[in-house]
């Protein structure tokens, strides 16, 4: 393996074009962990962390612009970010210990292409978008565009992320994440279920819920999406919301959970962030 | 092919040159090259934190770095954390409390509660738990370790009033 370290978005653009097997990574805390397990390594380590644009956080003109290499510690650290984004962050801030923290990234968790992944429902719920850069220029898609199945995405082999864009949230527009493991800290997720709403004097005028660890990709619940806009979250919107994330999973059985058991706790978890958004947006 | 890329940057504050081979992590680099043995392999895979070291001063897996990202980093290891003979509190905790046994997590343990207690000098029980979460330890059981953060933080708080 050839470790590269380039400076552009243009350069490192070239290091894949001009390799089938060269592989970019940002904190490699998926990557190095994979090949000790015998994947097959790279011929090129395409290092994006020094590249301007990879890295930072911030907003400008309504939009707020996360480089794809930005180690999720200086998310959750970003108080405007946080407080723009709170069920982003705390998604973000899931991601393994304090040192995970420091080097796990957005582009990364996505690009892995864990059914797991914490900060994809999120993403998907806050309808992130992802500006991919290759040989023809830069596109920007739909984050749920990008995952296409475990471990695989819409990316060529000459493309990868070069930031996250996504728009100022309106007024009374708040986000929640929420995931379930067997322990508090250091494990990937049984379920996770984000939900992100918009308010107006007590009735959701706008919902979007995503469900992670429950499907090959993330899924978004429309059924439940449907239950929550025109409701004050009363307790039959909430039954529904339930009712509507547990018929949308389609789980694996595996030593985390059987299917009965993440069908279960996806509902509980989505009525629980949805009580939480609504709690966030009405503050 | 085997590629080597040479790599400056500080380590514990001193300025050094080595020359890495890319596909090696900075852990085997810091063993193998430097000699700093006190940065330990447990896992390899970011479980166990048993290799933490300090990126610009951000805890970090050495297990989870190439070799050649320290280029132009500032990167602490334990050898750092005492001045001279003169060890740090924590150290002097961790020795008082009983805080190890087999001592392979020691250092991981030692590195990663400064950068807390640097960051946050009179962390909660639970912040500490938390913060040393990252860390696991086979054979002490976590509350000698916890005490012994919690009596180090105490130290330090009396020496700067
Ligand atoms: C101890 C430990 C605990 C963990 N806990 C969690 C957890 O709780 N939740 C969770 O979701 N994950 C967890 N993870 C997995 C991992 O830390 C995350 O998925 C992390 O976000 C990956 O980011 P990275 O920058 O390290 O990715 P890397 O390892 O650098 O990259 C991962 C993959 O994505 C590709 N890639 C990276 N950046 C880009 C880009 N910009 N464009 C295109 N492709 C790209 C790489 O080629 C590679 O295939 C854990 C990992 C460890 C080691
Ligand atoms: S050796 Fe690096 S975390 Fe275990
Ligand atoms: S003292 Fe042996 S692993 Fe902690």
Redo the contacts with the bound molecule.
């Keep these: 393996m050839r470790y590269a370290a380039p400076t552009t978005v243009d350069e490192a653009v070239g290091l894949l074009a001009a390799d089938a097997d060269a ?11 994979q090949i000790r397990s015998g994947r097959p390594e790279p011929s090129v380590l395409v290092d ?1 962390k020094r590249i301007d644009r ?1 890295v930072g956080v911030g907003e400008s003109g309504g939009t707020w612009t996360v480089g ?2 930005t180690p ?1 510690s200086t998310l959750t650290a970003d108080e405007a970010f946080t407080g723009a984004f709170p069920g982003l962050s705390e998604a973000s801030g ?4 304090d040192q ?1 923290q420091n ?7 996505l ?2 292409a ?1 059914p ?4 994809v429902p999120a993403l998907v719920a806050n309808a992130v978008r992802a500006v991919v850069a290759g040989s023809n220029g830069e596109r920007t898609v739909p984050v749920e565009e990008i995952v296409t199945g475990p471990g695989q995405t819409s ?1 060529a082999d000459d493309e ?3 930031e996250f864009q996504v728009d100022t949230p309106p007024a009374h527009t708040a986000d929640a994440y929420l995931r379930l493991i067997p322990r508090t800290e ?4 049984v379920v996770g279920a984000a939900v992100r709403l918009t308010m107006d004097g007590g009735t959701c005028t706008a919902a979007t819920v995503a469900l992670g660890a429950v499907a090959p990709t993330v899924v978004r619940v429309p059924d439940a999406e449907a239950a929550l806009v025109g409701s004050t979250l009363d307790d039959a919107t909430l039954e529904a919301v339930a009712a509507a994330a547990s018929a949308a999973c389609n789980p694996i059985d595996d030593k985390r959970g059987t299917i009965e058991y993440r069908r279960q706790v996806a509902g509980v978890l989505a009525k629980r962030a949805a009580t939480i958004a609504a709690e966030r947006a009405n503050a | 092919m085997i590629n080597r890329t040479h790599v400056h940057c500080t380590v514990n504050g001193d300025e050094v040159d080595f020359l890495a081979t890319d596909s090696t992590s900075l852990l085997d680099a810091l063993r193998t090259e430097l000699g700093l043995t006190g940065v330990k392999e447990g896992c390899g ?3 166990c934190g048993a290799c933490s070291i300090t990126v610009d001063g951000a805890l970090n897996c050495a297990c ?1 770095m190439f070799a050649p990202e320290a280029e132009g980093r500032e990167i602490g290891t334990v050898e750092g954390i005492a001045q001279g003979d003169h060890l740090h509190p924590l150290q002097e905790t961790f020795l008082e409390g009983a805080a190890l046994q087999c001592g392979i997590c020691t250092p991981g343990f030692l590195v990663a509660a400064k950068v807390l207690l640097d960051e946050n000098p009179t962390p909660t029980e639970t912040e500490i738990r938390y913060a040393l979460a ?1 860390n696991l330890c086979r054979c002490t059981g976590y509350d000698k370790i916890i005490h012994a953060v919690q009596e180090a933080a105490v130290q330090l708080n009396g020496a700067k009033s």
């Design positions: 592989r970019v990574f940002a904190g490699a805390t998926d990557l190095i962990p994006l990879l794809a290499a999720t899931l991601i393994g210990s995970i080097r796990s990234s957005w582009g990364g968790n690009c892995n864990s797991a992944a914490d900060s990316l990868f992320v070069v250091m494990d990937i997720a | 895979t970011g479980d989870l990252g």
